[in-house]
């Protein structure tokens, strides 16, 4: 699937597709403990630089790493419409043109960022894609049962808790994983698109 990320690019950030030559920036910014402390995604060891190898790795399959259920993915490296720097990764996951779904995730930003306008502009402009551009029905969310911030981020731009898997997986120091999960759908859409621009224009002030 081709995503044209001139559709992808707002007033405070822009996403492009990850091309190698972002891999050696986005190392540095991810060697940050604060960044995986719920996820555990990364381990902050002398393990690093080959875990972070292979986590690119898998960002640039096209088929990820097949963990949660079929489909394609697209990743994208976040970058301040201000500046040009790289502030985070986001991806496109368990892409599904036959049932008109995806899943949204893998999402993590500095901390410079974190609580700013940043991610609300960025999942408006993901959810614009998935429900305006491709005629999506439904965009999934799903969160580490311990991940409390991402869970109420998701919760703020209007996702809907539906469930969750218990002891679903494990994490990377393997520790046991329940995921939670949430949605919108596409006839919710333009009444969540409304409310996420009145929380970017209220950060904004």
């Known amino acids: 699937m081709i995503i044209d990320t001139s559709k992808l690019k707002g007033q405070y950030v822009y996403l492009q597709e990850l091309k190698p030559e972002y891999i050696s920036e ?14 555990r995604t990364l381990l902050i060891n002398e393990t690093f630089d080959s875990q972070f190898e292979r986590y690119m790795e898998v960002a640039l399959h096209p088929n990820g790493d097949g963990s949660f259920g079929a489909g394609l993915q697209k990743t994208f490296v976040i970058f301040r419409t201000n500046n040009d720097t790289i502030i985070g990764m986001t991806r496109f996951y368990g892409l599904d043109q036959k049932h ?44 580490a049962h311990i991940n409390l911030r991402s869970q109420k981020a998701v919760e703020k731009i209007g996702g809907v808790k539906e ?20 949605s919108i759908i596409n006839d919710e859409w333009p009444q969540k698109k409304n409310n996420l621009l009145q929380l970017i224009n209220q950060d904004h002030l």
């Open 26 to 39: 986005l190392k540095v910014l991810a060697k940050d403990k604060r960044l995986w402390e719920f996820t």
């Open 100 to 143: 008109k779904r995806l899943d949204i995730g893998y999402t993590w930003y500095i901390p410079d960022v974190w609580g700013k306008v940043h991610n609300k502009e960025c999942k408006l402009l993901l959810l614009q894609y998935a429900f305006e551009v491709l005629n999506f029905n439904r965009v999934g969310f799903h969160v």
């Open 163 to 182: 469930g969750m898997l218990r002891k679903h997986s494990y994490q990377p120091d393997g520790s046991s994983r329940s995921t939670v999960l949430y």
